[in-house]
């Protein structure tokens, strides 16, 4: 480095206004999801952004929405996730078990179904827009009724938090 124009001199040393960002980037990610570590959130981030770039390439959308979903439930609520193929839920909050269901932008009914035989007492409905913004909603199961069939339905907007 040469001058302020690359960084700050501070006790001794040069440090780089790439740094100071980096730390301020770091900081702001972490205050967004306060129950993730660093690195899973730079995981999911990277991951958001090669689903975004995928799709203005090819025009086409990276299908990896559940697993986008399912970790945005894990930094955005720090859920537990289940090892991969646990059948009755996707992961643990706390007490409670949790099923992930995302909404993705292809989506056009933005109508999730759950098995009324699974092992949760939680229902974490994501969505993802067009434009990969995340929004979620976290649900008791007795608000999906008994019902009758193996499948219980949940629309976005029949479900407030």
């Known amino acids: 480095m040469t001058g302020p124009a690359d960084g700050i001199w501070d006790d001794g040393e040069w440090i780089s206004w790439d740094w100071i960002n980096g730390q301020l980037a770091d900081q702001e990610m972490q205050a967004e999801y306060p129950e993730a570590s660093l690195d899973v959130i730079?995981?999911?981030?990277?991951?958001?952004?090669?689903?975004?770039?995928?799709?203005?390439?090819?025009?086409?959308?990276?299908?990896?929405?559940?697993?986008l979903g399912e970790l945005y439930g894990?930094?955005?609520?720090?859920?537990?996730?289940?090892?991969?193929?646990?059948?009755?839920?996707?992961?643990?909050?706390?007490?409670?078990?949790?099923?992930?269901?995302?909404?993705?932008?292809?989506?056009?009914?933005?109508?999730?179904?759950?098995?009324r035989a699974g092992n949760f007492n939680k229902l974490l409905v994501v969505k993802i827009t067009q434009d990969f913004e995340f929004e979620s909603k976290l649900i008791d199961r007795k608000t999906l009724g008994?019902?009758?069939g193996k499948q219980a339905k949940v629309t976005w907007n029949s479900v407030e938090e």
Do not use: C, M
């Open 42 to 67: 730079r995981v999911f981030e990277d991951l958001v952004e090669a689903a975004r770039e995928y799709r203005d390439v090819t025009g086409r959308y990276l299908q990896i929405w559940g697993e």
């Open 74 to 115: 894990e930094i955005k609520y720090g859920i537990e996730r289940h090892a991969p193929g646990t059948k009755g839920s996707d992961g643990r909050l706390g007490n409670d078990w949790v099923e992930i269901k995302t909404i993705s932008p292809e989506k056009g009914n933005r109508t999730v179904q759950v098995k």
């Open 146 to 148: 008994k019902g009758k």
